[in-house]
């Protein structure tokens, strides 16, 4: 036999297009009590856990894309000065 979701589980597989009310009555056709409140609560949840990346994640795609995209995070003025500190500490480094 296959196990009812829960209702969080419910609440989420719904769009949110679909309003609190609606969500509740089609919850209640379905076995479950929960409220309003309850719609809202879950939403909201799930809005602020975003889709599990991290907005600092730099795109996926080429070492160019990347740097181009973390210089402009950084800006130009502090992406050359730890460019630069790179180039030093590897010069250093291949100088022995």
Not at 9 to 25: G, I, N, Q, Y
Not at 41 to 46: M, P
């Amino acid at each position: 036999m296959a196990k009812k979701p829960s209702k969080t589980a419910f609440v989420r597989a719904l769009p949110h297009t679909v309003s609190a009310k609606d969500v509740v009555a089609k919850a209640k056709a379905a076995g479950f009590k929960i409220s309003e409140a309850y719609v809202y609560t879950i939403r909201s949840t799930t809005k602020r856990k975003g889709n599990g990346r991290s907005k600092t994640v730099p795109p996926s795609g080429s070492p160019e894309v990347t740097f181009r995209t973390l210089v402009l995070q950084l800006g130009v003025v502090r992406a050359r000065a730890l460019l630069s500190d790179v180039e030093a500490k590897l010069a250093r480094l291949i100088a022995g």
